[in-house]
């Protein structure tokens, strides 16, 4: 089974520059989650979907970030503009039914550094 | 508030030295505690998953166990391929029944 797959893996990017990250979950999964991961930290839940659908983005700094997951496969994060204190790793994650619906599959992630 | 909390931070054992990591949490109702291993530059992986006090679980030379307010994740006879940062994650019954995760453990096996 193929796990989570994120691209691109490494960004640098200039402050106030626009970045956007892709997601592909695991086939089937119908949750799907994005969390951003700061150096020495556990991984804060940006935003989560239910299919399509927004479940939580509660911690999405809006003014700045979104993200969207059409057709309730593949997702895009989006950060425009950037700020320093958005370098940071980007992880994907998604989630399925049954005896898996709780655990969380992650991908490799984005590492995002900002200049 | 709902909050995982985990100690140490960092742990560095000899080989075949045992240990326990802890994962204290304050929940408004809890819908699971999660165990992930992380390594450099990668995502967390899946390790175990607990749904009620004194519920355990097992996999090689690790083992998980609850209770009402924390998780233990003992390490025995650890191997240096055991390095790596252990996070803790509960899901609440709050809200959006969102994972919150705690800050993890960095775990260093010497041999």
């Known amino acids: 089974e193929a796990g989570v797959a994120q691209s691109p893996r490494y960004k640098i990017i200039e402050k106030r520059q626009s970045v956007a990250f892709w997601c592909n979950p695991i086939s089937g999964h119908a949750t799907l989650y994005w969390y951003q991961q700061i150096l020495g930290q556990g991984p804060k839940l940006l935003i989560q979907?239910?299919?399509?659908?927004?479940?939580?983005d509660s911690q999405l700094p809006k003014d700045r970030f979104s993200a969207e997951r059409l057709k309730g496969v593949d997702s895009t994060l989006k950060i425009q503009p950037a700020k320093l204190e958005d370098s940071a790793v980007y992880l994907c994650?998604?989630?399925?039914?049954?005896?898996?619906?709780?655990?969380?599959?992650f991908g490799p992630g984005t590492r995002l550094t900002v200049l | 508030e709902d909050q995982v909390t985990q100690s140490p931070e960092a742990l560095r054992l000899q080989e075949g030295e045992s240990s326990s990591l802890n994962c204290s949490y304050t929940?408004?109702?809890?819908?699971?505690l999660f165990w992930y291993r992380q390594d450099p530059g990668k995502g967390p992986e899946f390790l175990f998953t607990?749904?009620?006090a004194g519920e355990e679980k097992e996999k090689e030379r690790l083992k998980a166990t609850l209770t009402k307010k924390e998780s233990f994740l003992h390490i025995t006879a650890p191997k240096p391929e055991d390095s790596a940062t252990y996070l803790c994650a509960v899901r609440a019954a709050s809200g959006t029944y969102k994972y919150i995760f705690g800050t993890g453990t960095r775990l260093k096996v010497l041999a």
């Open positions: 979907f239910q299919n399509n659908g927004v479940v939580d």
């Open positions: 607990l749904y009620s």
């Open positions: 994650a998604s989630s399925g039914r049954g005896g898996s619906y709780n655990e969380q599959f």
């Open positions: 929940v408004s109702g809890l819908r699971g």
